[in-house]
């Protein structure tokens, strides 16, 4: 069955750090990738997306993520972390060779400390 | 251009009736997303409409329909109203034509619809 993991409900990083917020996913053909953050009371901002091509992937804000094809994964990644990125972020992916439905992960609170 | 617009933002209803929301998308985008977000089960997928057909649809009861306009605004009823129907309900939309173009979907800020 297609789906989306995103194996940490929560992930604390100290202001100035590494980032990193993990996505796996399994759909039976390519995929497309997609991260999107959700500020508090606010709909969903796009991020990035991998479609084909170059395996890393460069976004919005600063982050970037990496598609690994033999481990199944899309990793959202940010060199230093502010507190303002503190959010939601969601990971998704369509299986172009399924019915193309968009399928969500279950999200990552990701909190930066000052 | 103006973003995803979604009226209203918020609304308090009773169990047992019926509401009404709204989404207009921006600009030239055919498609229209909706889905339902709680703090327990996280996105959820209501349907897909483009160019006033319904294209995809999540697992959710009758009791949630929708339709598209030819002006691509759409629409989503929820009728008798369950006090688990709150939540925040999100539209997107996106330029594609085709159910696979690899384009990403566009936000509104939500309606929070409250049933008491």
């Known amino acids: 069955a297609q789906s989306v993991a995103q194996p940490e409900d929560q992930v604390n990083v100290a202001e100035g750090n590494p980032l990193t917020v993990k996505c796996t996913y399994s759909v039976s053909g390519n995929p497309y990738l997609f991260w999107y953050v959700q500020y508090p009371n606010r709909g969903l901002q796009f991020l990035l997306k991998y479609i084909t091509g170059d395996n890393l992937v460069k976004g919005s804000y600063g982050f970037e993520a990496e598609f690994n094809k033999s481990q199944t994964s899309f990793h959202l990644k940010k060199p230093s972390a502010l507190v303002s990125d503190s959010a939601l972020y969601f990971c998704a992916v369509r299986d172009m060779d399924s019915n193309y439905q968009l399928i969500w992960g279950a999200g990552t609170k990701l909190i930066i400390k000052p | 251009k103006a973003g995803v617009t979604q009226t209203p933002r918020y609304l308090i209803k009773t169990r047992g009736q019926q509401v009404t929301l709204s989404c207009s998308p921006i600009s030239g985008h055919r498609s229209v997303s909706w889905y339902q977000q709680t703090p327990g089960q996280g996105l959820q997928f209501l349907f897909e409409?483009?160019?006033?057909?319904?294209?995809n649809k999540g697992n959710f009861p009758g009791r949630f329909s929708g339709r598209q306009f030819s002006n691509s605004r759409s629409e989503m009823n929820v009728s008798t109203l369950e006090l688990g129907d709150s939540a925040l309900y999100l539209c997107?939309?996106?330029?594609?034509?085709?159910?696979?173009?690899?384009?990403?979907?566009?936000f509104g800020p939500g309606t929070r619809l409250t049933v008491t």
């Open positions: 997107a939309s996106t330029p594609q034509h085709l159910a696979g173009d690899p384009y990403e979907q566009y």
């Open positions: 409409y483009f160019s006033e057909t319904q294209r």
